[in-house]
């Protein structure tokens, strides 16, 4: 079982940034797809950014350019740095993890954190 443990949540003005921190248990990690999303009250969660297990990463439109999704396998931790960051982009972000296995069936397994506020506000 992968645990997941959000961090670096916080106040911050407009225009300001943080890193947000994802720690992981065990010690494949390097082998999980791993993702941010975020959630707002009344609103579904939607995905932010993504790394995959070979370093390849993905992000969606309202923050390209502004937030960086990285990893560092040795410390088993995901981070998302966000840079000019604005008031819609308060929020509970959260961590995931998937991996698919193949052997003995294929089956895609995923994890999740508890989740970090963020609030953008002057």
């Known amino acids: 079982q992968v645990q997941l443990v959000e961090s670096g949540g916080g106040l911050v003005q407009p225009g300001g940034s943080l890193r947000l921190s994802c720690a992981a248990s065990g010690d494949v990690f390097r082998l999980y797809d791993m993702a941010w999303y975020r959630q707002t009250p009344g609103k579904q969660r939607e995905l932010v950014a993504s790394i995959a297990s070979g370093g390849t990463t993905n992000y969606v439109d309202f923050v390209k350019g502004r937030f960086t999704i990285s990893r560092d396998n040795a410390k088993n931790t995901v981070y998302l740095q966000m840079n000019s960051l604005r008031p819609e982009d308060t929020a509970v972000y959260y961590c995931?993890?998937?991996?698919?296995?193949?052997?003995?069936?294929?089956?895609?397994?995923?994890?999740w954190g508890q989740g970090t506020q963020v609030t953008v506000s002057s």
């Open positions: 995931n993890a998937g991996f698919t296995a193949y052997r003995p069936i294929r089956k895609y397994y995923e994890y």
